[in-house]
């Protein structure tokens, strides 16, 4: 064996080791000149090299397979093992004979694993000189075959590292015969699976990149013997090639391989006479030709069979040699009815490619009339639907506009004051988002809006009425605000409060809320209340910081709305009112009365004092998402908010509605007032200020 073969399994291995054996011809124990080195190698394979007295060399290949102790023992039976050896070159100094280790590994891998591949036979490969080891793949120990950089930026033949990626992880529990024996390597106990999915140099997982070029190149230019002047030294499996002296003699590169073979005259051939003439070589062919006892006549119909000189007679005599010419046109004539008939069959399926292309653009065609028919009928449903609700909207308007008429004939609209009608003075835009709170910092002339874009907008609602800052720091959708003395607190759907500093708009401290969204904040006595899923917690304001007080429990669903008022806290939420009206949406405290917004359209009152539902306002036709209350020494208006995109004023005189408000272009979900001002916020991302 080599010392290039010895060096690269030495990588692996860490080594051979020499051990005495007994004589392997005699039998007997203890012979000191006789020497054994086993050397471990990649891919289950592992070398022993037998030195005896009279300094002759002995090497066997052995094929380990997995098993739970993986100990390879060593016996003199080895010797009839059907392992073919390491065989040394036979033809001259400079030719080397190389054995794929590849195909071996792969053979005992599938049969152990039953890996669905099928069996190839490799290809004679002898090279004239060594190759370089860096040449050589690390796990079949064989010169690369298309080679790949891998992850760990190594270089394996395509086939090796495809086939570790996949390779299954076994369950191995047999042992080796003299399993412990003193052949056995300290290091051979590995599992299978980490051998055959990583890499043995560095243990990372194989995977392909991409293909080195540059070692292809390398190899390609490697000078390998002709095929045809190699033959199998043995009957193993895989086969060992030597050079074969009586073969072809021209050593080539391997990259040019294939047209040298393809044209050498040591390639072996048929005879084009009779298929059982004996093989062939390709030099030999034509004086054969001239020697073959089997040509034929050139006419089909004639039944001669000869040599050459008695083809050369038989041609003068040949009955079909004076046909030959009228043969000959009718073949002719033959190939070209055949030709026609080919050149029809093409303009056959020509059209009916066309046919086909025709059908389907059909198809296609009425596919694209039947989804613009739906589209139309879609869009005719749309409208029909719009003109419903413009007419339902157009009822109701003549319907108010009737109540308000009888109520002024009847003489009980009370101090109705035509000049007292709310206007729209202008939009606030910025939002990427649904609005859905506000509320307002009086001292400051400062409003804050929330949003499904996560932020709060600082707007100046006196002198430039434009946004002043965009506070960032929630994670969710912001739902709930309040203000108590200079400090902003702000709910949010992921799931905290943040304490926001007034004057320099700045976050200072973060609390870790409720595990649910918190749904509103109210704050009162120097504390704040927040709202989540059936729960609602007490904080005590201590600077920055919020301490919890207590926590309110017993509710059915989502607390959404809080009023704090006159000493007492108003919370809504799930069937909290015994009537039909439904979950309970907002809640507006006045000086007489209580107000609460539904799911169910509709605006329930109950008087402050005796708590009893003194009225149900009607108008809305969606669920009523907040309510704000503006007070005067003459008269107390409630401004409600609608999914309905609608914001209705409401006498709390006479309970009647006295003004609706249509200009958003989406719900209504956040009302705010300050100094005779009403602020409305929607799910079309704008904020719009109303004033009489």
Known sequence: MSSG?????????????????????????????????????????????????????????????????????????????????????????????????????????????????????????????????????????????????????????????????????????????????????????????????????????????????????????????????????????????????????????????????????????RCPNNPNCPPLLKMNLEAHLKECEHIKCPHSKCTFIGNQDTYETHLETCRFEGLKEFLQQTDDRFHEMHVALAQKDQEIAFLRSMLGKLSEKIDQLEKSLELKFDVLDENQSKLSEDLMEFRRDASMLNDELSHINARLNMGILGSYDPQQIFKCKGTFVGHQGPVWCLCVYSMGDLLFSGSSDKTIKVWDTCTTYKCQKTLEGHDGIVLALCIQGCKLYSGSADCTIIVWDIQNLQKVNTIRAHDNPVCTLVSSHNMLFSGSLKAIKVWDIVGTELKLKKELTGLNHWVRALVAAQSYLYSGSYQTIKTSGGSVYSIAVTNHHIVCGTYENLIHVWDIESKEQVRTLTGHVGTVYALAVISTPDQTKVFSASYDRSLRVWSMDNMICTQTLLRHQGSVTALAVSRGRLFSGAVDSTVKVWTC
């Open 5 to 269: 073969k010895n060096a690269r399994y030495n990588r692996f291995s860490g080594g051979p080791s020499t051990l005495h054996t007994p004589d392997i011809a005699t039998g007997v124990r203890g012979t000191p000149w006789t020497r054994m080195e086993t050397t471990f190698g990649p891919a289950f394979s592992a070398v022993t090299t037998i030195t005896k007295a009279d300094g002759s060399s002995t090497y066997k290949q052995h094929r380990r397979t997995p098993s739970s102790s993986s100990t390879l023992a060593y016996s003199p039976r080895d010797e009839e093992d059907s392992m073919p050896p390491i065989s040394t070159p036979r033809r001259s100094d400079s030719a080397i004979s190389v054995r794929s280790l590849h195909s071996e590994s792969s053979m005992s891998l599938r049969s152990t694993f039953s890996l669905p591949e099928e069996e190839e036979e490799p290809e004679p490969l002898v090279f004239a000189e060594q190759p370089s080891v860096k040449l050589c793949c690390q796990l079949c120990c064989s010169v690369f075959k298309d080679p790949v950089i891998t992850t760990c930026g190594h270089t394996f033949c395509r086939r090796c590292a495809l086939k570790s990626a996949a390779s299954p992880s076994p369950v191995h529990s047999v042992s080796a015969a003299g399993g412990g024996g003193p052949w056995a390597h300290s290091g051979q106990a590995q599992d299978v699976d980490e051998q055959s999915k990583k890499c043995p140099a560095d243990s990372a997982k194989l995977t392909v990149v991409v293909s080195n070029i540059a070692v292809a190149e390398q190899i390609g230019e490697l000078s390998i013997h002709c095929r045809h002047g190699c033959r199998a030294a043995g009957v193993g499996k895989p086969p060992v090639f030597e050079v074969d002296p009586r073969g072809c003699p021209f050593t080539i590169k391997l990259s040019a391989r294939k047209d040298h073979e393809s044209s050498c005259d040591y390639r072996p051939v």
